[in-house]
C-alpha cells in the first residue's frame, strides 16, 4: 500500500519561499510508471494541479505557477518536494501530494495547510 505524507511549516511570510516535503512509503518513487505531483486547494475554491515528477525524474508545470515553483527529488530518502517562492497570501491553502501509477488509482496525502501572513 502506497502512502503519502506532506511536512513543512504551516505559516509563512509573504515574499519567504515555501517548501513542502511528500515522503513516500509502500514503493520507490523511482519505481516504473509512477508520476507524482503537487496539488492544491486555496479556501472557498477548487483542486489546482501544480506540477509533476515523473519515475525517471521529468518534471512538469503547470503555466500558472511555472515562474514560481520547483519540483526535485530526494531518491535516498524515498521524498519529493515542491518549492513555491515569492508567496503572497493568496498562495494560502491546503496542500497535497499524490501519485499514481494507474490514473484511475491515485494515492494522496492527508494534506497540509500552508497560511502566508505577515
Known amino acids: 500500500q502506497v502512502q503519502l505524507r506532506e511536512s513543512g511549516p504551516g505559516l509563512v511570510k509573504p515574499s519567504q519561499t515555501l517548501s513542502l516535503i511528500c515522503t513516500v512509503s509502500?514503493?520507490?518513487?523511482?519505481?516504473?510508471?509512477?508520476?507524482w505531483g503537487w496539488i492544491r486547494q486555496p479556501p472557498g475554491k477548487g483542486l489546482e494541479w501544480m506540477t509533476g515528477?515523473?519515475?525517471?525524474?521529468?518534471?512538469y508545470y503547470s503555466p500558472s505557477f511555472k515562474s514560481r515553483a520547483s519540483i526535485f527529488r530526494d531518491m535516498s530518502k524515498n521524498q519529493f518536494t515542491l518549492q513555491l517562492s515569492s508567496v503572497t497570501p493568496e498562495d494560502t491553502a491546503v496542500y497535497y501530494c499524490?501519485?499514481?501509477?494507474?490514473?484511475?488509482?491515485?494515492?494522496w496525502g492527508q494534506g497540509t495547510q500552508v497560511s502566508v501572513s505577515s
Open positions: 499524490a501519485g499514481a501509477r494507474d490514473p484511475l488509482y491515485i494515492y
Open positions: 509502500g514503493d520507490s518513487i523511482t519505481a516504473n510508471g509512477y508520476y
Open positions: 515528477l515523473g519515475f525517471g525524474g521529468d518534471t
